[in-house]
């Protein structure tokens, strides 16, 4: 097993906020294995969810701006996409990845039991969400829009007072 190295050039020392327009949104989708014996039913929904990512890569104009992905069980995808119309068009292009795999699903999987599937969308708007970066490199939304430093007081959402 290796252990990936970071690059200490990567980290930003300063304090980030992500440098992304308002209306994008946070997608999160899961998977849940159920009955792990049943591979012939959940292997196709991994390998189907996998290679949605990959044509999602290779696709930058269709609206997806950056995902994140954990492997176990459950399986979990923390998605930025650009816009929910994005989200949408992708999600019922009947030429793309997702349209097939989901018919398959529900028509032929989903009754089994044998693995679920959960997803929640957000919508972000302005002056909606915080972020703040300090001492690591883009990561999530950061990674979606990229990084600039943090100008002036910021308004917490917690308490709606400026902050230094």
Not at 23 to 48: D, T, Y
Not at 102 to 122: M, R, Y
Request: charged share 25%; hydrophobic share 40%.
């Amino acid at each position: 097993m290796s252990i990936k190295k970071y690059n200490d050039d990567a980290i930003n020392k300063q304090r980030m906020v992500p440098d992304i327009a308002p209306g994008f949104v946070v997608f999160i989708f899961g998977i849940r294995i159920n009955k792990i014996w049943m591979l012939h039913k959940w292997i196709p929904v991994v390998r189907s969810f996998k290679r949605m990512l990959s044509e999602l890569q290779e696709h930058p104009e269709w609206g997806l701006l950056h995902f994140d992905y954990w492997s176990g069980n459950p399986r979990v995808s923390v998605q930025y996409w650009r816009s929910y119309d994005d989200l949408l068009g992708y999600a019922r292009d009947k030429g793309a990845r997702h349209f097939p795999a989901w018919f398959n699903f529900n028509n032929e999987i989903s009754g089994s039991g044998a693995v679920g599937l959960w997803h929640e969308t957000f919508v972000v708007q302005e002056g909606s969400f915080e972020a703040v970066y300090k001492n690591v490199p883009a990561l999530g939304m950061g990674k979606a829009g990229g990084l600039k430093l943090r100008d002036g007081p910021k308004i917490s959402l917690r308490s709606g007072k400026t902050e230094l």
